[in-house]
């Protein structure tokens, strides 16, 4: 229960602050508005940070389940552990969009335009075409758990309170340079459990949650994950030894 909690927390951490930062950009009248793509990956990346600095120490914050997936490929921790991680998270994010709906319920209600609105709960392509923005994903999460295993790799000498700041910048890196063609989900509850609070929440005017691309940034997050990981341990597995 320690472990579920913790990776509960981290998650709803992770998206109140990542998808507030989005809201705080997207949103009519917010003091944010019109702060652009610099300040939005900037967000998410001390949205990480800060996740993973609250409740690293419990569950080694995952909060993200290809993360989880890269770990149970590579036979760092079970499958039962898995899924109580995983629940944890799609449960976190949804809780914490819920937050961030009350904190800018006002801001919804002022924005016209329901792709703005969307745009807060989860990811859209910028080009539409799902095998390249699936393989956008792929590409970004495994860049994601390559970084992670390097991060946390003792021959780096990182220490570890400085290795949450890192997988901060990692976030705010892959932003800045992959996020461009699908808004970077790389992260399937990050997606998926913000999506159905857009579904569920009675926010005016809201329009489609985009239930067709939503698979995309599940299934990439996903392969990518699983990907990274294993491409790592390939890798530098026999300086392990």
């Not at 993200?64 to 590579?74: E, R």
Request: proline share 5%; aromatic share 12%.
């Amino acid at each position: 229960m320690g472990l579920f909690m913790a990776e509960l927390l981290g998650t709803m951490i992770l998206i109140l602050l990542g998808d507030g930062v989005v809201a705080n950009v997207v949103l009519s009248k917010s003091k944010g508005e019109g702060g652009g793509w610099i300040v939005i990956t900037a967000g998410w990346g001390f949205a990480v940070a800060i996740a993973v600095y609250v409740v690293g120490w419990v569950s080694g914050a995952h909060i993200n389940p290809a993360v989880t997936i890269g770990f149970l490929a590579t036979g760092q921790i079970d499958i039962a552990t898995a899924l109580n991680y995983i629940v944890a998270q799609l449960i976190g994010a949804f809780l914490g969009a819920v937050l961030v709906w009350v904190t800018y319920m006002q801001h919804f209600k002022e924005t016209k335009d329901p792709g703005l609105k969307l745009a807060v709960f989860s990811t859209g392509p910028a080009i539409r075409n799902y095998g390249f923005n699936l393989v956008t994903e792929i590409i970004g999460t495994a860049a994601l758990l390559i970084g992670v295993f390097g991060i946390s790799n003792t021959n780096n000498g990182i220490a570890s309170g400085v290795g949450p700041y890192a997988v901060g910048i990692l976030v705010f890196s892959i932003g800045l340079s992959l996020g461009g063609p699908t808004g970077y989900a790389i992260n399937p509850a990050r997606d998926l459990g913000p999506r159905i609070a857009h579904a569920i929440l009675p926010i005016p005017g809201k329009g489609s949650s985009d239930w067709g691309y939503a698979w995309v940034p599940v299934v990439g997050p996903i392969i990518g994950g699983a990907l990274g990981a294993l491409l790592y341990q390939f890798v530098f597995l026999p300086f392990w030894g």
